[in-house]
């Protein structure tokens, strides 16, 4: 087991974005976490990564208590995360925002550290773009961009928000066989709107609704499942 | 040439000129430029807090009064020598930026600000009630043949130059060699996207504290280094215009250039200096520059060199 | 018991000090309100506030000595004029320059302590160095008695100096008074409604067809217009010199953070306490041991409590 949340909820000002999350994530696998906007899939993942703290419950990561962690600590721990709103280092050069995600780790020499990142920057798609400014990418490669910065570090769980989001209809194609590429040595969590992705990539899928757990299964008890597919719908019938 | 070449050779070139012209100099202008390295180096202590990690100090003449007193209380009152107090200068300088910064860095943005700019106001205030060591307002004078250092008289004219330029040089060197390490990549990144940052597994608040502690401790040094070459001190040294003269310089020269401090502190000081000759009001053309720089060219001119013209600029 | 004795004693000097206590507390009222104002509503610090405070001062002495003619008719004039002018400087100000950095908090740090500069050393050339006074319109002093035991009876008697100026009790009757009005304009009037909807929220405020700018610019006016009027009431007690911005800066800081930044009340609450404390500690203690205390409580209330002692509300 990589990664567990035992009773994870987090309120606002008296509204509940999370309640009771339980969450079991098995080592290798790719999980997406599916659920209709304002479900608390963001919250979710921000309280895992360390971003926001839980209101209360727990989370466990390689059976180790990492609540009350920073960020960055659960980060050297071997996790990564990608920003839903792309947020590279605009004013750096695509070279050095990949680098820094990777000089941490491999405090290595230069030699090695530039082959690593040009081999990166090769995998998603960014080739010969180093020199340029982070800024200077279109919406899409910045994305592509905030997943070499995830991959960087060779983190054991990888959790993509929204990662296909402002991506073209072939570039998501090489995304895929990407995420597919990863595993079994990085667990992905993804978040994800785009079904056709979900569905093609994911072992399995985790279902928010209204912060609470509604389903889990794999693509095809998901998609069969009464419960979510009223709740995609917002109908009212009973599940 | 390869970029490191090309940065080495550019630092390199100025601290050539700037030993080659003390040959070309007059006497009077020698102890301009030599003033003027010494104030750059406080201004490089700054922009290392202020340019690279973008975090806005108001309080920083505090650390350079550090530095200041740091060397002068134990070099005029418990005669020890100068090679001896200027160490205990730096590690007071870097003790008290520790203090400084585990406290500040609690706060953030507007919050920083303020609070270094009371801690400032209490040192200055602080050296103005210790009279009896300091000597308040008017300061202190160290007496002329205490200031060697390792026999060397710091009052010649050349001597003083030298010490300037190695102080200087040592502090440049140091910054390139820092923004271009592990370390001082961090911290542009920290000021790029703290999130981010701390999202690929750094230590903001390490980081940011390695920043305080660097930064002033070069301030420091630049305090200890004046009291050393120019032999005087004074509580003027810790108001608020002395936190508000590196801004100034960065902001002129470019912040987060390796070079900016020193042209920044180069043009203000000669600006400043001539306008002096023409009215006593000469601090308007510090605010104007202030001003028009905020408004027109934040990015200063080493900034602007590297936006257009050099982008290896480190 | 000796030592109630030696307080009472002390009574008279007490006494003066509470009156200049509470005389400070109203200035530093006025000056604070400006700028926690500005504050509250703009979310940006401004540097230059002091200068303002200093420009009232010397813009009132202006006016008063051109005016001539009796004190009381040229200070009206004055108290009147030179705040509106103040005022209106600010606001022009506003669309120069703090629009222009898009009101980015620190950048309008950077540019107010410019203007700091350009105020204060654009005052020194056009009127000198030199300390302006200018006349109270009235001045009488009231004096006040006290008693003490002699040979175990209480008598009444008039101790040297125990006497409180009309003038001073103008000052603090004139802060309580103009304060009150801002709050009430601030609740009841619709520019009141107007400022407070673009506090909360700008942007909604800028859809709902509010001229955010032109609130900002008011604000803008409004908040340094106060500090010169603190500048112009204490102007017949103080002087006007140059450089009287910066420790009336520091000052109104510690009162806004204290208080709790952008909270109105809390900043007047504040100032209230400074202003006492600070004229009693001076009694015991030497005003500059006073002043280091006061900023390294300022610095820790920030580093600890950041949203002051008397404010509660998060921003």
């Known amino acids: 087991m990589l990664l567990q949340t035992h009773g994870l909820s987090r309120y606002f000002a008296g509204i509940t974005a999370n309640e009771d999350v339980d969450f079991d994530l098995q080592k290798g696998e790719i999980r997406a976490l599916i659920g209709p906007n304002g479900a608390g899939k963001t919250t979710f993942t921000s309280m895992v990564i360390g971003r926001l703290a839980p209101s209360k419950g727990s989370i466990i990561f390689e059976g180790q208590d990492i609540t009350h962690l920073p960020a960055h600590e659960r980060v050297r721990l071997g996790m990564a ?62 994305r592509l961009l905030e997943i070499a910065m995830g991959l960087a570090s060779a983190p054991k769980l990888l959790i993509l928000d929204e990662p296909t989001q402002g991506l073209a209809e072939a570039e998501i194609a090489a995304f895929k066989s990407l995420v597919r590429s990863l595993v079994p040595e990085t667990t992905v969590l993804l978040i994800e709107h785009n079904m056709s992705v979900v569905m093609e990539l994911a072992d399995t899928i985790t279902v928010l609704n209204a912060g609470q757990t509604l389903a889990f299964g794999t693509p095809s008890e998901v998609q069969a499942n009464a419960a979510v597919q009223s709740a995609y719908l917002g109908g009212s019938e009973d599940a | 040439m390869s970029v490191t070449a090309k940065t080495l050779s550019l630092h390199l070139g100025l601290i050539a000129v700037l030993f080659a012209l003390q040959f ?29 990690t973008g975090l806005l100090s108001l309080g920083h003449a505090m650390f350079f009064c550090a530095g200041m007193y740091g060397l002068a209380i134990p070099m005029y009152h418990f005669s020890v020598p100068a090679e001896l107090a200027f160490l205990m200068a730096l590690a007071i300088g870097a003790g008290f930026s520790l203090l400084v910064g585990l406290l500040a860095l609690r706060t953030i943005g507007v919050a920083f600000m303020i609070v270094t700019l009371m801690f400032a106001q209490a040192v200055y205030l602080i050296i103005l009630y210790a009279a009896e060591w300091t000597r308040g307002d008017e300061g202190f004078v160290l007496v002329q043949s205490t200031r060697t250092l390792f026999g060397v008289d710091l009052t010649d004219d050349t001597a003083k130059y030298a010490a300037a330029l190695v102080l200087f040089a040592t502090a440049l060197l140091f910054t390139l060699w820092l923004v271009r390490a592990p370390t001082g990549r961090v911290l542009i990144a920290v000021r790029e996207n703290e999130d981010r940052a701390s999202l690929l597994g750094y230590d903001i608040h390490r980081h940011k504290l390695i920043a305080v502690v660097i930064s002033g401790t070069i301030s420091a040094a630049a305090g200890a280094g004046y009291a050393l070459l120019f032999g005087n001190t004074g509580s003027t040294f810790a108001t608020v215009q002395y936190s508000i003269l590196p801004l100034l310089w960065v902001l002129l020269g470019g912040a987060g250039t390796v070079l900016g401090p020193f042209l920044g502190t180069l043009f203000m000081y000669y600006l400043i200096d001539y306008a002096a000759d023409v009215t006593n009001a000469y601090m308007l053309i510090a605010g104007a520059a202030l001003v028009a720089l905020t408004l027109f060219a934040p990015t200063g001119i080493a900034g602007t060199v590297r936006k257009h013209l050099w982008r290896w600029l480190p | 018991m000796g030592y109630v004795w030696q307080l009472w004693a002390d009574g008279p000097t007490i006494l003066i000090a509470l009156f200049e206590g509470a005389l400070l507390a109203a200035v530093l009222a006025l000056m604070a309100a400006g700028l926690s104002l500005v504050f509250g509503v703009m979310r940006v ?271």
Not at chain 3, 124 to 141: K, Q, S
Request: include cysteine.
């Open chain 2, 24 to 52: 070309i100099l007059g006497p009077y202008q020698q102890g301009n430029i030599a003033r003027i390295m010494v104030l750059a180096t406080y201004a490089i202590g700054y922009n290392v807090l202020f340019g690279y």
């Open chain 3, 45 to 315: 610090v401004n540097v230059a506030h002091g200068e303002f405070y200093m420009l009232g001062a010397v813009a009132a002495w202006f006016i008063a000595s051109q005016i001539g003619g009796s004190p009381a008719v040229s200070f009206v004039a004055a108290l009147i004029v030179a705040p509106l002018l103040v005022g209106a400087l600010a606001a022009m100000i506003d669309i120069t320059v703090i629009k222009k950095v898009n009101y980015d908090p620190e950048r309008t740090i950077v540019a107010t302590i410019g203007l700091l500069y350009i105020i204060q050393q654009g005052t020194l050339m056009g009127f000198g160095a030199v300390p302006r006074a200018v006349e109270p319109p009235f001045d009488h002093r009231i004096a006040i008695p006290w008693w003490e035991k002699v040979d175990g009876v209480w008598e009444m008697y008039w101790p040297w100096g125990l006497s409180i100026s009309t003038y001073k009790v103008f000052v603090i009757v004139a802060a309580i008074v103009i304060i009150s009005a801002l709050r009430y304009a601030m609740t009841h009037s619709k520019a009141g409604l107007i400022m407070r909807a673009t506090q909360l929220d700008s942007e909604t405020a800028q859809a709902f067809g509010i001229p955010v700018g032109r609130v900002y610019a008011g604000v803008f006016g409004v908040g340094c217009g106060l500090a010169a009027l603190a500048g112009v009431l204490i102007l017949p007690i103080q002087q006007a010199h140059y450089l009287m911005g910066g420790e009336a800066l520091l000052s109104s800081f510690i009162v806004v953070i204290i208080g709790g930044l952008g909270s109105f009340g809390g900043t007047i609450i504040a100032a209230i306490i400074i202003g006492m404390t600070d004229s009693i500690l001076t009694i015991f203690f030497s005003p500059i041991i006073a002043k280091i205390v006061a900023t390294l409580l300022v610095a820790l209330v920030l580093v600890f409590k950041p949203t002051g002692l008397f404010g509660t509300k998060r921003q």
């Open chain 1, 81 to 142: 995360y990608t920003f839903q709103i792309t947020s590279v280092f605009a004013n750096l050069s695509v070279f050095e925002n990949v680098a820094l995600a990777a000089r941490r780790k491999m405090r290595a020499k230069d030699a090695t550290l530039t082959a690593h990142v040009t081999e990166l920057l090769e995998k998603v798609g960014l080739a010969g773009r180093g020199e340029d400014l982070a800024s200077d990418l279109s919406y899409g490669h910045q």
